[in-house]
C-alpha cells in the first residue's frame, strides 16, 4: 500500500534499541523500555496521563479523566508500538506509533503502511533529556520491528517540540493552518 504523505528520500538511524537506563538532566535515574503487551502498562499509563496538565494536551489527547483515559489507550494498545520512560515504579513519559490504517488485517506487514507518532512527557520530567531519549528509543524499536515510515503533527508554535523532531531526521511535509506535518523514514 503506497502512502499519501510525502517522505524524505533517505532514511535516519540507526536509533537505539530499547531497554536502557540513564540519567536525566535533573540527575533522575530513567529507564526507557519497549512494551511488547502495552496491557500490563495500562494502569501506569493512565496514571500518568491522569497527572498530566490539561494545558498541555495537543489535538485532543491526551482526554481527560481516567475512564477517558484507559478507554484512549485500549483503543490504540492492540496494534500500535509503545515505549515509556519510569522514574523507579512511575512512567513519566510514553510514546506510541499508531498504524495508519482503517484496515486492521494491514498491521501484519508493517513496512507497508504509515505509522502516526504521538509523545508526551509529564510536565515535571520536561527539558531534562528524556523526550529525546523516548523518541530515539522509540524509532529504534519501530525499525526492529519492521516499521519504515513515521508521521506526526505538531502545533506550528511549539519550537521545542519542532526543534527535537528535526534533530532525530523528521523533515516537514507541510503545513495546515495551525499544524505542522513532519515525516521520517527509517532504515
Do not use: C
Not at 73 to 98: C, F, P, Q, Y
Amino acid at each position: 500500500m503506497a502512502g499519501t504523505r510525502p517522505y524524505p528520500d533517505g532514511p535516519s538511524g540507526p536509533f537505539p534499541s530499547p531497554t536502557t537506563t540513564f540519567e536525566d538532566g535533573d540527575g533522575r535515574s530513567i529507564e526507557i523500555s519497549a512494551e511488547a503487551d502495552f496491557e500490563e502498562t495500562l494502569e501506569d499509563a493512565v496514571d500518568m496521563y491522569d497527572q498530566f496538565d490539561p494545558t498541555d494536551r495537543a489535538q485532543g489527547i491526551p482526554p481527560t479523566g481516567r475512564s477517558r483515559i484507559r478507554n484512549w489507550l485500549e483503543t490504540i494498545a492492540d496494534e500500535s508500538a509503545n515505549v515509556v520512560a519510569r522514574h523507579g515504579d512511575d512512567v513519566v513519559a510514553h510514546a506510541t506509533l499508531v498504524p495508519d490504517t482503517d484496515d486492521p488485517s494491514s498491521v501484519a506487514d508493517k513496512g507497508d503502511i504509515e505509522w502516526e507518532l504521538a509523545i508526551f512527557v509529564l510536565q515535571d520530567y520536561q527539558r531534562a533529556g528524556i523526550g529525546t531519549e523516548l523518541l530515539k528509543h522509540l524509532l529504534g524499536h519501530a525499525s526492529d520491528i519492521g516499521i519504515e515510515r513515521v508521521w506526526l503533527t505538531v502545533e506550528r508554535w511549539n519550537n521545542p517540540a519542532i526543534a527535537l523532531y528535526e534533530r532525530v531526521g523528521f523533515e516537514s511535509t507541510g503545513t495546515e493552518s495551525f499544524e505542522q506535518e513532519m515525516a521520517i523514514r527509517l532504515e
